[in-house]
């Protein structure tokens, strides 16, 4: 048993702050909101140039149009989001 003699009380809990549904402060959800929008803008911008490049590469190499790597790309993409929902499947 624990001997509470010496007048040693436990404090009474502060006010709870509210958390949203993912159980982030309030305080800390516009940085993560922020970084969140930077990070899709990167993601977005960053997906543009790499597929530009790609495309221009495969023009200058294989002199195919780009409308043909357009179409090979978007396949690829297509792929790579079902094997992505599939291999979620497997965790």
């Known amino acids: 048993m624990i ?9 009474a809990p502060k006010d709870k702050v ?3 549904f993912a159980g982030i402060d309030p305080k800390n959800m516009s940085t993560i909101v922020m970084l969140s929008a930077l990070f899709a803008f990167d993601a977005f911008g960053g997906a543009f140039v790499a597929k530009s490049f790609i495309s221009y590469y495969f023009y200058e190499k ?3 149009v780009f409308s043909e790597v357009g179409l090979l790309l978007f396949v690829c993409n297509i792929v790579s989001g079902i094997s992505g929902i599939l291999s979620s499947k497997l965790v």
């Open 3 to 11: 001997d509470n003699s010496h007048g040693i009380e436990a404090k």
């Open 18 to 20: 509210m958390l949203n």
């Open 62 to 64: 294989f002199d195919i």
